[in-house]
C-alpha cells in the first residue's frame, strides 16, 4: 500500500456520527456530527453523504470502513438492527453506500472494529490476541486475533455484554452499562442527600455517571463501594473470555474507562478471584489509547483489508 493512499473511516452510533480521512498510519481530518435518535435512520444517512462534501480530499479515497453500533452481517455488508435508531433492519448499507460514493465499502460492528483499532495502531499492537470490551451506554465486545477480526457464526459476535451474570436473566450489560451505573449513583443518593456524591450531583448536568470519578478522586468511601459492585460484575464476566479466548490482552474502552487506574487497579485484583489458578499469570488489562477515535481509526484499518487482501 502507497504512504499516500487516503482511505475514509466512519462510526455511525445512537448518539453520534464521526467520519474521518487518513492515511494507513494517521488521521488527516475527523468530522463529528450529533445523532438524533428520533430523526431515524435516513437522517443519518443524509447527513453522511452532506459530511463527505465537507472532507478534504474526499474524491481520492480508496475505500470506506465502517463501524456500526449493532448486530450486522459483514459478509454482506447489511445491518441486521439498531437498538437506539429505527429505519435500518436489514438495511443494505454496503450496496447503498457504493451506489452513492462509487467506492469499495466494507462494514462490521463497532466493536470489533474498536477492537482491530486497538490491536493494529493501540495498546494491543504487540500482541497477538487481543480483547477489547467497550463500556459505554451499552456494552460491547471484539476479539482479534493475528490482525484480523474473529467472525461468529452471522450475525453473532463477542457480545459479552449479553453474558448472563444469573439464571434470573441479569447480564452484564443490566448491571454495568452506564446506565446502569446511573442508576446505582441516583439510587444510593436518593437516600443519601448529604453525601459527597449528592453534593457532587447537583452541579452535574450530564448522566450520574459523570460524578463517579471525581467523587473517587476525592476517596470517596461511597463511590469506592459503587465501583465496587460494578467491578465484582465486570471481573466475573471477563472470566468467562480468560476461560474461553485466553487473550494476551484485554483493553476496556467507552466512558468508564475514563475512571482509569480508579476502575485498572480493583478489576487487576479481583479477576484472579473467578480465574483458575491453571491460567495464571493472568492477560494484562489496559485502557484504551485511542479514545474517542478508536471506531474511525478501526474503520480506516478495516478498509485497508480490502487493499491489502
Given at each position: 500500500m502507497q504512504p499516500n493512499t487516503k482511505l475514509a473511516g466512519i462510526e455511525i452510533g445512537g448518539t453520534k456520527l464521526q467520519i474521518c480521512v487518513g492515511g494507513p498510519e494517521s488521521i488527516l481530518q475527523l468530522l463529528r456530527f450529533p445523532i438524533r435518535p428520533n430523526d431515524g435512520a435516513e437522517a443519518i444517512r443524509k447527513q453522511m453523504m452532506k459530511g463527505f462534501m465537507e472532507v478534504q480530499?474526499?474524491?481520492?479515497?480508496?475505500?470506506?470502513?465502517?463501524?456500526?453500533?449493532?448486530?450486522?452481517d459483514w459478509q454482506n455488508g447489511i445491518i441486521k438492527?439498531?437498538?437506539?435508531?429505527?429505519?435500518?433492519a436489514d438495511f443494505p448499507l454496503r450496496q447503498w453506500l457504493e451506489n452513492e460514493t462509487g467506492k469499495?465499502?466494507?462494514?462490521?460492528?463497532?466493536?470489533?472494529?474498536?477492537?482491530?483499532?486497538e490491536a493494529k495502531q493501540g495498546i494491543g499492537k504487540t500482541f497477538k490476541r487481543v480483547f477489547y470490551i467497550t463500556i459505554g451506554s451499552g456494552i460491547g465486545g471484539g476479539f482479534v486475533v493475528d490482525g484480523k477480526i474473529y467472525h461468529g457464526r452471522t450475525p453473532g459476535e463477542i457480545e459479552i455484554g449479553h453474558?448472563?451474570?444469573?439464571?434470573?436473566?441479569?447480564?452484564?450489560?443490566?448491571?454495568?452499562?452506564?446506565?446502569?451505573?446511573?442508576?446505582?449513583?441516583?439510587?444510593?443518593?436518593?437516600?443519601?442527600?448529604d453525601s459527597l456524591l449528592a453534593k457532587l450531583a447537583g452541579d452535574n448536568t450530564g448522566p450520574s455517571a459523570n460524578i463517579l470519578g471525581p467523587a473517587l478522586d476525592q476517596n470517596d468511601q461511597?463511590?469506592?463501594?459503587?465501583?465496587?459492585?460494578?467491578?465484582d460484575d465486570l471481573a466475573f464476566a471477563l472470566s468467562h473470555i480468560v476461560h474461553l479466548l485466553h487473550p494476551d490482552i484485554i483493553v476496556v474502552g467507552g466512558g468508564l474507562s475514563l475512571l482509569g487506574t480508579h476502575l485498572l487497579n480493583p478489576l487487576r485484583a479481583q479477576l484472579p478471584k473467578y480465574v483458575m489458578e491453571a491460567f495464571y499469570p493472568l492477560p494484562p488489562i489496559e485502557t484504551s489509547v485511542l479514545g474517542e477515535n478508536v471506531v474511525p481509526i478501526g474503520a480506516i484499518?478495516?478498509?485497508?483489508?480490502?487493499?491489502?487482501e
Open positions: 480530499g474526499f474524491d481520492f479515497v480508496e475505500t470506506i470502513g465502517i463501524g456500526f453500533g449493532g448486530p450486522v438492527t439498531s437498538h437506539q435508531v429505527s429505519g435500518w469499495k465499502v466494507v462494514i462490521d460492528n463497532d466493536a470489533n472494529v474498536a477492537a482491530l483499532a453474558v448472563r451474570l444469573s439464571k434470573n436473566g441479569q447480564t452484564l450489560e443490566s448491571a454495568c452499562s452506564g446506565w446502569a451505573v446511573d442508576e446505582k449513583i441516583d439510587s444510593f443518593i436518593s437516600k443519601n442527600q461511597n463511590a469506592k463501594m459503587i465501583l465496587a459492585i460494578i467491578v484499518e478495516l478498509g485497508k483489508s480490502i487493499l491489502e
